[in-house]
């Protein structure tokens, strides 16, 4: 009666239960830190964007449901959000090599573009409004305002940040801290594009 | 070697006024503090309207609430339980306080956001509470707030009260996810050196696993809470099909009252790990340093975690059995479920044959820790009748389920919270906690909840449904079962009230307390090793700690000392102490 | 050792509660016996665990409690038993789920014979709906509610208007014969739960939902309302009879007809007398749901009597229940709530007529009715 015997590996009591514990990673720095704690940061957001789009998918199927036809300012919208995001990416590169005058044109062209991003979402709210397409007409409308309203919402967030990063630039501070920050701004508006297109993606091919 | 972490460099030095060291403050073991306060206060709130539900089932004819008030206590009693007691409790309180402490950092890695953390959660509780004094009073939807019924005219704070409940819950959830942002980067990157992944304490573990699931799964509920807010204030149709209500035409159509208890039970599902991950951590550590025995499978153990946080995630509709869905999403949802019975399984297994061949210290946090594998080996069990979707169409809704779900995420996680409060409640205050009063509460409220929850199942095996505000003249329940219900809440007031013995010893501990010194359970893990207690502000004085083991050495074979701390380099040679590798 | 001892306690005195207390199933009235099958079985698996766990426990305690002088046994893991209690518990699982799986496939598959029969559910009640001589429920859907039509049938499907609907009575149903429920809702989630029949399901306005059984024993049962709808959740409930298949033939052959009564209602228009008009309407607009008219206690005060008693109020001060009471607590409910009872009820616009009808209705059902 001694079927439980772990015959096999007759020196497993050690102290250490694994050899494949992992390598500790070593102490962190803080601009890495920094980083990470903004991709940790997207997994919420993914997550909320992701059920929300499946919540789309759910809902349409009802019988109520009328596509709704997407004003063509969402498309200009596309445009100025990828060309901010490449603003970033510009900006973000430049910080790499320490081009303190291309980040800020970087940074400038980007934010403005933000701002043109969120204008060409308002009047695109507007016109459906206008058309008489409001929230509450449809739920396809429900979703599109929601949507679309919760991603400015984010976005405004990140203008925030970038009045920051523009701060920090003016504050003369050291490359380190320029490239960390500006890189956050940078990934931030690429998760913030790709959710764009995802949303965007769902809209247009999913109606 | 002169080791300083980059994160070290902003080491701010300690603050001094009371404002910035007690009130605004950055220190996680201060946050922890004041939100564990803050959770056991409006935990106290849950607890005496728990004890007003009971005194209308057990005595309805005291008439002391009536059936709107009872929907509204019953409303805020979960949900002040489940989301701003035990969520907040494990993850901001003991999370805030231990993760550090356990992995050797100096702090969270984003200070400042931690502390917004807790001023957002002390904000959600008082919009929470701000619900009592709005016109309608609370809502009474129900903890689960399936609409329509939450924002229609036939429940109780339909208007003013769903809309603060669910922008609380907003507020938390924004609370939760810079915890946990915090809480997850901080494992990842700031352990201290040696401190990899596995020679974590499993309580770290648990909490870890949980902050990530809350991450992913807290956003359901913000969204299923945005579109409800929409659809209560602006008339959207997400979730509200057209209906007449009380006579009244509303202005929806088309929607799905299943598209919201999807939503809210991707997120509700999942929540029920949230809270029992972290017990399950804790619970591990009581168990193996009171016993003076290494954990039993330590690998196992790590890796049942892992797997039941990923397995919630994929349960979720094992609550909608009877809810119309459509049925043959039962048998994948009942496989699922029962599935995560498995590791669920190893987990006990390996607490109790952690006491084979042990040296059992009976205090009181392991008395909690055994009062915690009674109730949810008992809560478990009737899991599995309620996953195994056959079985529970009959149970669905009834006493039997809230049987099983108190015995297994109200009261088994809760007796962790105190075992665990009487086990670090040295570290946080330098002080014991009155023994004789801890043992008095501790057979009170394991026992008596027992027995208040224990025949419950039977109640709700004859049929008795859930959320009745009374039972009259209903022909299939005998007298006897009211009886009972009389019974269950006497029960209910004991037990209720015998917690004044813990608040009164938490409280007079921490200031008249025998002095406990820096190490009293002669436990092995980090935030025993500090060299203050309570640890100073930076936890470690100059030097952070070098970790050369994992946090279970007990009773090594060839040392004299029971335990080893983890800080304690390996011998020289490196072959001695039972280190027989292959 | 004290905590040893109280776990063995646990331990006889659960299989003892489990064994003795009267506390238990139903009498069962469906031919899902399947269920309770399953349910025993649950017990029997999950009791041999709890006990063996338990009892465990309370050995080691025993053995290993802490006396001085001993030292705890260093076993980081034992994989090989490990993976047989892994094993085990798989082969636990496998037998409750298997088994389960095959009863609940039953559940999943309605039986071609089955006898279709709506119910239909509101706050705080139930109605039913018969499919009539053609067999097949005709088409519903809430926007056709209306007077004479409590369910909302399309009076434009030649199905439903052979239905019968059954709106505040009891629900019969043949014995032996497969049943499948199908449900609607007006409002707001209910359920439909019979504890005899075992089987039950939500309602949910917006979707139809079923389910299905067989009534198996003739008799009487109480239906219970198992998804929280509002402050009246817990007083919603109906009553189902199971009676020999003649008997409900003959039972069904007596009642009218959809379209019959649509008919009735269309050509009496609105009925002189007040006091039928008035309970029409009282029926119609669901104030029945909350008022009992027998001198129950529901979610509202009861009708019997009402009318020229004096009504205690919320604030403690009393007021006669006259004309000019009964027409505010209407239109202005939340004005003046009698003591013990909840501000749930709606306001309700009237127009002077239906007003009237519906306090001469009122006042009908007071004794002392007349003698003002």
Request: proline share 6%.
């Amino acid at each position: 009666m001694s079927f439980w015997v772990d015959r096999g590996h007759p020196g497993r009591g050690t102290i250490e239960p694994s050899r494949t514990a992992g390598r500790w990673p070593g102490p962190a720095e803080r601009s890495k830190l920094a980083l990470r704690g903004l991709l940790i940061l997207l997994v919420p957001l993914t997550s909320m964007f992701g059920l929300l789009i499946s919540a789309y998918i759910m809902r349409r199927h009802m019988g109520d449901w009328q596509p709704l036809p997407l004003p063509w300012q969402v498309w200009l919208s596309t445009l100025l959000l990828v060309l901010s995001s490449a603003g970033f990416e510009w900006a973000r590169r430049a910080a790499q090599v320490g081009w303190v005058d291309d980040v800020r044109r970087g940074l400038l062209v980007a934010g403005v573009l933000a701002l043109a991003f969120l204008a060409s979402q308002f009047w695109a709210w507007r016109e459906l409004q206008q058309a008489g397409l409001a929230v509450a007409t449809n739920p396809a409308n429900s979703f599109f305002f929601l949507m679309t309203g919760l991603h400015a919402l984010h976005l405004v967030a990140g203008l925030m940040a970038w009045l920051r990063t523009r701060a920090v630039l003016a504050g003369r501070q050291e490359p380190a801290a320029i490239q960390s920050t500006v890189q956050l701004c940078a990934w931030y508006w690429h998760f913030l594009l790709a959710v764009w297109l995802a949303l965007f993606g769902v809209l247009v091919l999913m109606a | 070697m002169a080791y300083v972490p980059s994160a070290d460099a902003h080491a701010h030095g300690e603050p001094q006024s009371f404002v910035t060291k007690y009130i605004w403050s950055q220190d996680h073991k201060v946050i922890a503090i004041q939100y564990s306060l803050t959770a056991i206060a409006v935990g106290i709130v849950a607890l005496v309207l728990s004890g007003l539900m009971r005194i209308q089932l057990g005595m309805p004819e005291t008439d002391l609430v009536d059936a709107s008030a009872y929907y509204q206590f019953m409303t805020l009693h979960g949900m002040i339980m489940v989301v701003y007691l035990l969520t907040a409790l494990f993850l901001g309180g003991f999370g805030n306080y231990l993760i550090p402490l356990m992995v050797g950092a100096r702090d969270m890695v984003f200070p400042y956001v931690n502390m917004l953390s807790y001023w957002f959660y002390l904000l959600s509780v008082l919009v929470l509470m701000a619900s009592f004094f709005v016109p309608g009073g609370p809502t009474g939807a129900g903890w689960t707030l399936y609409p329509p019924q939450a924002i229609t005219g036939g429940t109780p704070g339909a208007g003013w009260g769903i809309l603060t409940m669910l922008v609380s819950l907003a507020i938390f959830i924004v609370a939760a996810t810079m915890g946990g942002l915090n809480y997850v980067t901080t494992v990842l990157q700031a352990r201290t050196r040696g401190m990899t992944l596995m020679r974590m304490p499993l309580t770290v573990w648990g909490i870890f696993i949980a902050s990530i699931m809350a991450l992913l799964a807290f956003p359901a509920l913000f969204v299923a809470a945005v579109m409800m807010i929409l659809d209560a204030t602006l008339g959207t149709s997400f979730f509200m099909p057209a209906i007449i209500a009380m006579g009244r035409e509303m202005p929806h159509e088309g929607g799905s009252p299943l598209l919201f208890q999807h939503l809210f039970w991707f997120f509700g599902h999942p929540e029920v790990y949230i809270v029992a991950l972290p017990a399950f951590g804790l619970v591990s550590d009581l168990i193996s340093t009171h016993a003076r025995k290494n954990i039993f499978g330590y690998h196992m153990m790590v890796w049942a975690i892992v797997a039941i946080g990923v397995l919630s995630f994929f349960v979720w509709a094992h609550h909608m059995y009877v809810s119309g869905m459509n049925l043959s999403f039962g048998f994948f949802f009942a496989i699922s479920t029962l599935v995560i019975a498995v590791p669920t399984a190893i987990k006990v297994y390996n607490w109790i044959l952690t006491l084979w061949q042990a040296d059992i210290h009976l205090t009181v946090p392991m008395l909690f820790a055994m009062g915690f594998i009674v109730t949810f080996v008992v809560g478990g069990l009737t899991g599995l009748f309620l996953g195994n979707v056959v079985v529970d169409i009959p149970l669905a809704d009834t006493y039997f389920v809230v049987a099983h779900f108190h015995m297994v995420m109200g009261v088994a996680p809760i007796l962790v919270v105190f075992g665990a409060l009487y086990h670090w409640f040295p570290k946080v205050t330098g002080r014991m906690m009155n023994d004789t009063l801890g043992q008095l509460h501790f057979w009170i409220t394991f026992l008596g909840t027992y027995i208040i929850f224990f025949p419950m199942h039977y109640l709700g095996i004859m049929g008795m449904p859930r959320r009745y505000y009374a039972y009259e003249d209903y022909e299939f329940i005998p007298q006897s079962a009211h009886d009972l219900n009389t019974f269950i809440t006497y029960a209910a007031l004991v037990v209720g009230a015998a917690q004044v013995l813990f608040l009164f010893n938490l409280f007079w501990s921490a200031l008249h307390g025998r002095p406990s010194g820096g190490n009293p359970w002669r436990a092995t893990s980090l935030e025993w090793q500090t060299p203050d207690t309570p640890p100073k502000h930076g936890n470690w004085g100059e030097k952070l700690p070098e970790v050369h083991r994992w946090a279970y050495d007990y009773n090594v074979p060839g040392v004299e000392q029971d335990f080893i701390p983890q800080t304690e380099p390996q011998p020289e040679s490196g072959h001695s102490a039972g280190e027989e590798r292959t | 050792m004290v905590l040893a001892v109280i776990l063995i306690l646990i331990v006889v005195g659960s299989l003892v509660f489990h064994f003795l207390n009267p506390w238990t199933l139903t009498e069962l009235a469906s031919q899902w016996g399947s269920m309770d099958t399953m349910l025993h079985v649950s017990f029997l698996i999950t009791g041999v665990v709890f006990v063996a766990v338990t009892l465990f426990m309370a050995v080691a305690i025993i053995r290993y409690r802490h006396r001085g002088g001993q030292r705890a046994r260093f076993q980081p893991d034992n994989r090989r038993l490990e993976w047989w209690l892994i094993g085990a518990t798989t082969v636990g699982i496998v037998a409750l789920l298997a088994p389960g799986l095959v009863v609940y496939s039953d559940f999943t598959r309605v039986p071609p014979n089955a006898m279709e029969i709506e119910v239909f559910g509101e706050q705080w009640r139930y109605s039913y709906r018969y499919p009539g001589a053609d067999g097949v429920l005709g088409y519903a859907d809430i926007r056709h509610i209306g007077a004479g039509n409590p369910l909302g049938l399309d009076p434009d499907d030649d199905a439903a208007l052979d239905d019968v609907v059954i709106h505040g009575g009891d629900l019969r149903l043949p014995v032996d014969r497969p049943v499948r429920m199908v449900m609607r809702s007006k409002d707001v989630l209910h359920g439909f739960f019979v504890p005899q029949f075992r089987a039950k399901m939500d309602m949910v306005p917006g979707m139809v939902t079923h389910f299905w059984f067989t009534p198996t024993r003739t008799g009487r049962f109480e239906v219970l309302c198992t998804q929280h709808c509002g402050t009246g959740h817990y007083n919603m409930r109906g009553h189902v009879e199971v009676m020999e298949q003649r008997e409900f033939d003959a039972w069904l052959r007596e009642q009218e007809t959809f379209g019959r009564s649509l008919a009735a209602t269309a050509n009496g228009e609105r009925p002189d007398d007040p006091v039928e008009l008035g309970r029409r309407l009282a029926d119609g607009e669901g104030c029945m749901a909350c008022h009992s008219v027998d001198g129950s206690r529901r979610v509202g005060p009861t009708w019997l009597n009402l009318y020229g008693s004096e009504v205690t109020l919320t604030d403690g001060s009393t007021v006669s229940a006259d004309e000019s009471y009964l027409r505010r607590s209407i239109e202005d409910p939340r004005a003046q709530v009698t003591a013990g009872y909840s501000p749930v009820m709606p306001a309700y616009s009237f127009d002077e007529d239906e007003m009237d009808a519906l306090l001469a209705y009122i006042r009908s059902l007071s004794e002392d009715a007349g003698e003002e």
